[in-house]
Every structure is written in C-alpha cells, then in structure tokens.
C-alpha cells in the first residue's frame, strides 16, 4: 500500500535524519540563520528577522520557533 504524498512530507518534518539527528524543519532554521548571519557579516540575527525568513519556508508560530531554537542550542543574547 502506497504512502500519499501529503503524509510522506508530514512524516519527514517529525522524524529526524539518520545521518545528523535533525529533521527537515530544524535543517531550514538553521540554514536560514547561517545565511542570515552571512548578511549580517557574522552579527547576531534578531529573532524577530529570523523568524520572518523562516517563514519563508516553515509555517510555524514564533512559539515553535523559540522551541526549536532551545532544542538546537541557539541562544540569544538576552536583550
């Protein structure tokens, strides 16, 4: 019985990658704050900014977001 294209992605956004840990989801976050922080010239990114470009990619709420950023490690600088 063939997997609909639909439930395929949903499960490739929960279940983490065999060669990493990370799932889809936390690769793009991310990837987007590393380019951001290349515009940036190596300057922290702005949550606010972060989750904007994010958007771009992941539909998430700034809640989700703040919970994947703890779970990766990212930590402001608490301004």
């Known amino acids: 019985m063939a997997v609909p294209d639909h439930h395929r992605r949903a499960l490739l ?3 983490p990658d065999a060669r990493d ?3 889809r ?3 793009t976050i991310l990837y987007v704050l590393q380019e ?3 515009e940036l010239n190596g300057r922290n990114v702005p949550t606010a900014m972060l989750y904007g470009r994010v958007l771009e990619y992941v539909d998430m709420s700034e809640a989700e977001l703040h919970v994947y950023l703890d779970r990766l490690g990212v930590k402001g600088d608490g301004l």
């Open 21 to 23: 840990g990370l799932t």
């Open 13 to 15: 956004e929960v279940i």
């Open 25 to 27: 989801t936390e690769r």
């Open 36 to 38: 951001t922080q290349r």
